[in-house]
């Protein structure tokens, strides 16, 4: 390892304080301060620093003290929790030392750097924390990320994951730090990510492909902090280039369609999660280039406009993602959280393009969104302090997100609705031979095996329905809106495209759309053909040649609704109040009307069946699938087939 000088090093001399404490004297900390930008990337470096923290932007509310004091204490327990032994074998204890502990150890060491780094943080040139900082980088170098290892596991994270979190670093101790010790360091970058125009490589050289999509975003992101920070301009010019194939439109695989659709994985649905990424990424990367002359084009900026308008908007709901976009994401932990990338990416693109439009759909997100506080969950000072100004500014009128919205993404089999009279929406998930029925990976969605079936989301005045632990604790073979084979499914099973299942549809107007699917499943035990028919304020269900396999066990969920602790319910079968038992499963006989009546606003929900039908009910707790002290209440409806070519038909009326 080449000989590592810290100019902090060199021009700190010390001094202890009346509280035993050790102080860096002023010249170091000027050293810091008055970091001279001396060239283009040397502005993008600053500019980098200005996203992850943006400490020019810090005041003296009480939130961005609460922000750093969460910091400081993050900061703090990491450090506590280094291994520090002079022989050490790790420097974090994980549960498992595989290619994600590579990326979590370097995103500690990225905290403690940022507080060594950050004039509002009490660690500030601590140069006991720093001397940690640099000898755990030195210890990752040689230990677990270089260019001797095997990499083993996932690209992801030697590609992506690991070298975002190394820049990240290296910007943030870019002015004490000697430059070959950078140029030295990033070495093993340029081994792992050779080509900003590919990736999954790391693990598989046979495994390369052209990168598409959010993974393209990151990728360059990747390259051009490494090539900023190597002074490297034909390496940041070329990695910057590989993001104009992320504009076009596309007509397969990954990437944006004219119909708004998104793409990932080659057949997911993925606006909500991998979507997110890019474009938080790509208004990351509009600012960090913004004032130099690697800024983006116009054409490219209008694209992004459309993609807000077209792709974004539809899909969020009371300020949040829904649920149907979202992939395999959908079962972490605070998955509501993600539609804060979008907030937060309109919010930067607004201040990069002054644009007037983008600062009133954010302040109507902001608002509209009584979940969390969105501000309250950033941690950048920059973020905050843009965020509070569109807040504050009382010129900025919110916009009128009710308008009636009806569209279907044909590209990823999803649809869209929005009813302003009854104040409601409605989000359609489907699956066929382009689109898979559900994504599994890395432990996530193992079983969202129907959530592609047919699955119909009924957004109202319950903001918590889809979120608040609904997916640990839903039962996976009873979504609303399948029909379903209650045979026993292995975890992660069918992760594939529906490929004799297909998807048609058509939009009238704003207020009415026909859309059908023939469902072929899974385990190739039952098929069917439904309908879909939005008419304005409800919603008509109908399914006809039902066919299955001797001594299945077919249901057609009606209704699976999440009922809160808060709220009360009362449930009316035929117009008369029914008291279910918890857990207590319930059938009735020529039920033409049910009725969840909620003493919410804009919370009840009626059903009608256009012909009598023996329905099942029940009123069912469910615990958790990770940890049993999670519960959460359901009521379930639904209708059992025992005969072939069986047909039904309903309507939902949201009150």
Same mark, same amino acid.
């Given at each position: 390892?080449?000989?590592?000088?810290?100019?902090?090093?060199?021009?700190?001399?010390?001094?202890?304080?009346?509280?035993?404490?050790?102080?860096?004297?002023?010249?170091?900390?000027?050293?810091?301060?008055?970091?001279?930008?001396? +060239?283009?990337?040397?502005?993008?470096?600053?500019?980098?620093?200005?996203?992850?923290?943006?400490?020019?932007?810090?005041?003296?509310?009480?939130?961005?003290?609460?922000?750093?004091?969460?910091?400081?204490?993050?900061?703090?327990?990491?450090?506590?929790?280094?291994?520090?032994?002079?022989?050490?074998?790790?420097?974090?204890?994980?549960?498992?030392?595989?290619?994600?502990?590579?990326?979590?150890?370097?995103?500690?060491?990225?905290?403690?750097?940022?507080?060594?780094?950050?004039?509002?943080?009490?660690?500030?040139?601590?140069?006991?924390?720093?001397?940690?900082?640099?000898?755990?980088?030195?210890?990752?170098?040689?230990?677990?990320?270089?260019?001797?290892?095997?990499?083993?596991?996932?690209?992801?994270?030697?590609?992506?994951?690991?070298?975002?979190?190394?820049? +990240?670093?290296?910007?943030?101790?870019?002015?004490?730090?000697?430059?070959?010790?950078?140029?030295?360091?990033?070495?093993?970058?340029?081994?792992?990510?050779?080509?900003?125009?590919?990736?999954?490589?790391?693990?598989?050289?046979?495994?390369?492909?052209?990168?598409?999509?959010?993974?393209?975003?990151?990728?360059?992101?990747?390259?051009?902090?490494?090539?900023?920070?190597?002074?490297?301009?034909?390496?940041?010019?070329?990695?910057?280039?590989?993001?104009?194939?992320?504009?076009?439109?596309?007509?397969?695989?990954?990437?944006?369609?004219?119909?708004?659709?998104?793409?990932?994985?080659?057949?997911?649905?993925?606006?909500?999660?991998?979507?997110?990424?890019?474009?938080?990424?790509?208004?990351?990367? *509009?600012?960090?280039?913004?004032?130099?002359?690697?800024?983006?084009?116009?054409?490219?900026?209008?694209?992004?406009?459309?993609?807000?308008?077209?792709?974004?908007?539809?899909?969020?709901?009371?300020?949040?993602?829904?649920? *149907?976009?979202?992939?395999?994401?959908?079962?972490?932990?605070?998955?509501?959280?993600?539609?804060?990338?979008?907030?937060?990416?309109?919010?930067?693109?607004?201040?990069?393009?002054?644009?007037?439009?983008?600062?009133?759909?954010?302040?109507?997100?902001?608002?509209?969104?009584?979940?969390? +506080?969105?501000?309250?969950?950033?941690?950048?000072?920059?973020?905050?302090?843009?965020?509070?100004?569109?807040?504050?500014?009382?010129?900025?009128?919110?916009?009128?997100?009710?308008?009636?919205?009806?569209?279907?993404?044909?590209?990823?089999?999803?649809?869209?609705?929005?009813?302003?009279?009854?104040?409601?929406?409605?989000?359609?998930?489907?699956?066929?031979?382009?689109?898979?029925?559900?994504?599994?990976?890395?432990?996530?969605?193992?079983?969202?095996?129907?959530?592609?079936?047919?699955?119909?989301?009924?957004?109202?005045?319950?903001?918590?329905?889809?979120?608040?632990?609904?997916?640990?604790?839903?039962?996976?073979?009873?979504?609303?809106?399948?029909?379903?084979?209650?045979?026993?499914?292995?975890?992660?099973?069918?992760?594939?495209?529906?490929?004799?299942?297909?998807?048609?549809?058509?939009?009238?107007?704003?207020?009415?759309?026909?859309?059908?699917?023939?469902?072929?499943?899974?385990?190739?035990?039952?098929?069917?053909?439904?309908?879909?028919?939005?008419?304005?304020?409800?919603?008509?269900?109908?399914?006809?040649?039902?066919?299955?396999?001797?001594?299945?066990?077919?249901?057609?969920?009606?209704?699976?609704?999440?009922?809160?602790?808060?709220?009360?319910?009362?449930?009316?079968?035929?117009?008369?109040?029914?008291?279910?038992?918890?857990?207590?499963?319930?059938?009735?006989? +020529?039920?033409?009307?049910?009725?969840?009546?909620?003493?919410?606003?804009?919370?009840?929900?009626?059903?009608?069946?256009?012909?009598?039908?023996?329905?099942?009910?029940?009123?069912?707790?469910?615990?958790?699938?990770?940890?049993?002290?999670?519960?959460?209440?359901?009521?379930?409806?639904?209708?059992?087939?025992?005969?072939?070519?069986?047909?039904?038909?309903?309507?939902?009326?949201?009150?």
């Amino acid at each position: 390892m080449k000989k590592l000088v810290l100019l902090s090093m060199m021009l700190a001399t010390f001094s202890m304080s009346a509280n035993n404490k050790v102080i860096l004297n002023l010249e170091a900390k000027q050293n810091v301060e008055n970091f001279v930008k001396k +060239d283009n990337f040397e502005k993008i470096i600053d500019q980098w620093k200005d996203i992850l923290i943006g400490y020019k932007y810090f005041d003296d509310s009480t939130q961005m003290k609460d922000l750093q004091k969460k910091q400081d204490e993050k900061t703090l327990k990491i450090w506590n929790s280094l291994n520090k032994e002079e022989n050490r074998k790790y420097l974090w204890e994980f549960k498992n030392y595989d290619s994600a502990s590579i990326t979590k150890s370097y995103r500690n060491i990225e905290v403690l750097a940022i507080s060594v780094m950050n004039p509002k943080s009490k660690y500030y040139l601590n140069q006991a924390l720093l001397n940690d900082v640099i000898a755990a980088l030195n210890w990752m170098k040689e230990n677990r990320y270089n260019e001797k290892i095997k990499a083993d596991g996932n690209w992801w994270d030697y590609e992506i994951g690991t070298p975002r979190a190394i820049n +990240d670093i290296f910007v943030m101790l870019y002015p004490v730090l000697e430059k070959e010790y950078i140029k030295d360091y990033l070495k093993v970058i340029t081994h792992f990510v050779p080509d900003a125009n590919k990736n999954r490589g790391s693990v598989n050289p046979n495994l390369v492909v052209e990168a598409t999509g959010a993974n393209q975003i990151d990728i360059s992101k990747v390259k051009i902090l490494q090539s900023a920070l190597l002074k490297d301009e034909k390496g940041l010019i070329y990695a910057k280039n590989c993001l104009n194939k992320v504009f076009p439109f596309v007509e397969k695989g990954d990437g944006f369609y004219k119909d708004g659709s998104f793409i990932q994985h080659d057949s997911v649905a993925y606006t909500g999660a991998y979507g997110n990424v890019l474009i938080d990424g790509l208004s990351q990367l *509009m600012t960090l280039l913004e004032n130099t002359k690697y800024n983006f084009g116009k054409a490219n900026v209008e694209r992004i406009d459309f993609w807000i308008k077209e792709a974004f908007s539809p899909i969020m709901y009371q300020g949040l993602t829904m649920s *149907m976009v979202k992939g395999r994401s959908i079962t972490r932990k605070k998955v509501y959280l993600s539609s804060s990338e979008i907030v937060r990416a309109i919010i930067r693109l607004a201040d990069v393009e002054n644009n007037v439009y983008y600062k009133q759909l954010a302040k109507s997100y902001i608002q509209s969104n009584t979940l969390y +506080d969105y501000i309250e969950n950033l941690n950048s000072y920059r973020d905050i302090y843009l965020a509070k100004k569109i807040m504050q500014d009382k010129k900025i009128k919110a916009l009128d997100l009710s308008e009636n919205i009806l569209k279907f993404y044909k590209n990823m089999d999803r649809v869209v609705y929005k009813n302003k009279k009854n104040n409601f929406a409605i989000g359609l998930s489907m699956s066929s031979n382009k689109i898979k029925y559900y994504e599994a990976m890395n432990g996530e969605n193992e079983r969202g095996w129907y959530t592609g079936d047919g699955m119909l989301y009924l957004y109202n005045g319950d903001i918590r329905q889809f979120n608040d632990e609904f997916w640990s604790t839903v039962d996976p073979y009873r979504l609303p809106g399948i029909t379903v084979d209650k045979a026993k499914r292995e975890d992660a099973s069918g992760s594939v495209e529906a490929k004799n299942s297909s998807v048609s549809g058509k939009v009238i107007n704003n207020k009415k759309g026909i859309f059908k699917m023939h469902i072929s499943n899974y385990l190739g035990t039952l098929i069917l053909d439904k309908k879909w028919t939005i008419l304005n304020n409800k919603i008509r269900v109908e399914a006809k040649n039902i066919k299955f396999k001797k001594n299945s066990i077919i249901e057609s969920i009606i209704e699976n609704r999440k009922l809160n602790d808060d709220t009360n319910y009362i449930i009316y079968i035929n117009n008369k109040e029914i008291n279910l038992n918890e857990n207590e499963q319930r059938s009735y006989a +020529d039920v033409k009307e049910v009725l969840l009546k909620s003493d919410k606003k804009n919370e009840t929900i009626k059903y009608v069946f256009k012909k009598p039908q023996k329905i099942y009910v029940m009123l069912e707790k469910r615990c958790s699938q990770s940890d049993k002290k999670i519960k959460r209440k359901y009521f379930t409806m639904w209708l059992r087939h025992e005969k072939q070519n069986d047909t039904f038909e309903y309507e939902i009326y949201p009150l």
